[in-house]
């Protein structure tokens, strides 16, 4: 059954989502287009000196921004296969090994949330990624011995939300870091019409507006905010999105016209009320709402600041006048 939760928080079905909808050629991937563009004179000049892979490369932003379609699109356009891991997934040497010894020339290696690899893996991976060479050691004590394989050439492609806490070796073995920018009302409306159309729903260009404008400037929330609102229109109404429709999704969603919901809205609060607006430590935030940390940290903090409701402060974190007002509270600014 549909998960009918917070469109924010991951479940099964947005892999089964994100697979059916993610854009298969440049031009279905809407915005970002510096990053497009540095990519593809990238990809060009590889191919233009007939290598069999380009440099490799590191995304970094948001989750659900477009940094695995980007792998994909390259995969696609340096004509290669793409094999897809999760860093957390390799926490053994053996774990990478046995991924980097079944590459095949030329393929795309996508490692996402590469900030989770273990120590011990970075450090082999280092002469992987500048001179294709996997150097093990075999056994322990004085029957350990060494074994060096060459593994073929292959692009690397990281993806991190959290750039501060990859280390500086690491970071230096990419030839291009690029960074994804939150994405602009006219490109997530853009990216909604797209999806609707993939999906064969019918959709307002007005019921997009209001879909967009709660999208949090993100297409995986747009892509999730759409499918709510499909099941909405067909459950209770003629199937198509209107205006209304769309609202009423939101209502039940319990979003609000800028796209925060419960959690958003219970952060700004518990700053306002119990701690008098600020500044709060991230611990005490945490404690005081019942939210995990990093997920205030990297779910509801980046777009509570992209909207000026909240601003780290070296003391802590503020809410600003905004948000008071926003909130209907009374604010403290005059
Ligand atoms: P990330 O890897 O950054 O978490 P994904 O690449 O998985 O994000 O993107 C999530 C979904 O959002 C994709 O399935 C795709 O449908 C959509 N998407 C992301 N970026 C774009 C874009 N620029 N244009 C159109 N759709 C996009």
């Not at 769309?246 to 700004?268: F, M, N, P, S, W």
């Not at 802590?316 to 005059?334: D, W």
Request: proline residues 4%; glycine residues 6%; positive net charge.
């Amino acid at each position: 059954m549909e998960n009918l939760s917070s469109p924010l928080k991951k479940n099964e079905n947005d892999k089964v989502l994100d697979a059916t909808l993610r854009p298969k050629k440049w031009k279905e991937y809407v915005g970002q287009e510096n990053v497009k563009r540095n990519l593809k004179i990238i990809i060009k000049a590889a191919l233009q000196r007939k290598e069999p892979c380009c440099e490799h490369l590191l995304l970094y932003g948001q989750s659900g921004l477009g940094k695995t379609t980007l792998a994909y699109l390259i995969a696609k356009e340096m004509q290669s296969d793409i094999k897809i891991v999760s860093a957390p997934s390799l926490q053994k040497i053996g774990d990478l090994a046995a991924i980097l010894t079944n590459l095949s020339l030329g393929d795309v290696l996508f490692v996402d949330e590469i900030h989770r690899l273990s120590r011990s893996c970075e450090e082999i991976i280092y002469p992987v990624l500048e001179e294709f060479r996997l150097n093990l050691i075999i056994g322990k004590g004085p029957m350990a011995r060494t074994i060096d394989i060459n593994i073929p050439r292959f692009t690397f492609v990281g993806a991190t939300t959290k750039m501060s806490l990859l280390s500086a070796p690491l970071r230096n073995r990419f030839g291009g870091t690029f960074q994804l920018e939150y994405y602009l009302q006219k490109d997530i409306e853009e990216i909604i019409k797209q999806s609707a159309s993939l999906l064969d729903i019918k959709i307002d260009q007005e019921a997009i507006k209001v879909l967009a404008k709660c999208a949090r400037f993100t297409p995986r929330v747009a892509n999730r905010l759409l499918k709510r609102a499909r099941d909405f229109a067909q459950v209770e109404e003629d199937g198509i999105i209107s205006k209304e429709t769309a609202e009423k999704t939101l209502e039940i969603l319990k979003i609000d016209k800028v796209g925060l919901e419960t959690e958003d809205r219970k952060i700004l609060k518990t700053i306002i009320e119990k701690f008098n607006g600020g500044p709060v430590g991230i611990q005490s935030l945490a404690a005081a709402t019942l939210e995990d940390q990093d997920t205030i940290l990297d779910v509801y903090e980046p777009y509570l600041m992209q909207l000026g409701f909240l601003k780290r402060t070296p003391q802590g974190r503020m809410v600003t006048k905004a948000a008071y007002e926003h909130m209907g509270m009374k604010t403290l600014f005059s």
